[in-house]
């Protein structure tokens, strides 16, 4: 199976500006940002999507949304608050499938999304 491209990001065969690196998981700045703060953070462990995650991946995932919070307080959107977003399939706007947290902030965002 190919590499995704996140995969090669963690890999350092492509270049991702970082925020965020641990045992468990990298952070890297969206390369096509929808808000000034958007961080991708993605597992190092390979799961394609939140509906392809086992009960083996319950720490990873509880880890992914601690991350996010913590990288929130970071990067200054703690107090002014953020969106935390999982896209999952066709219908969700997954484009690549190798799990990510979106941590969209610093404007306000609209709901319902689009
Ligand atoms: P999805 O649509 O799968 O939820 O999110 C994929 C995200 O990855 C998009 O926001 C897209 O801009 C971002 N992305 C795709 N390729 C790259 C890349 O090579 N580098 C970085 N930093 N972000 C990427």
Redesign the pocket.
Known sequence: MSKT?FQK?IDRE?P?KLAHEDEFCIA?????PKAPVHV?IIPKKLIPRVGAATAADQATLGHLLLTAAALAKKLGIAESGYRIVI?NGRDG????PHL?V?LLGQRPLAWPPG
């Open positions: 491209i990001i492509i991702a890297i700045h969206d390369i096509d991708l896209n706007g997954e484009t690549v990510h979106h």
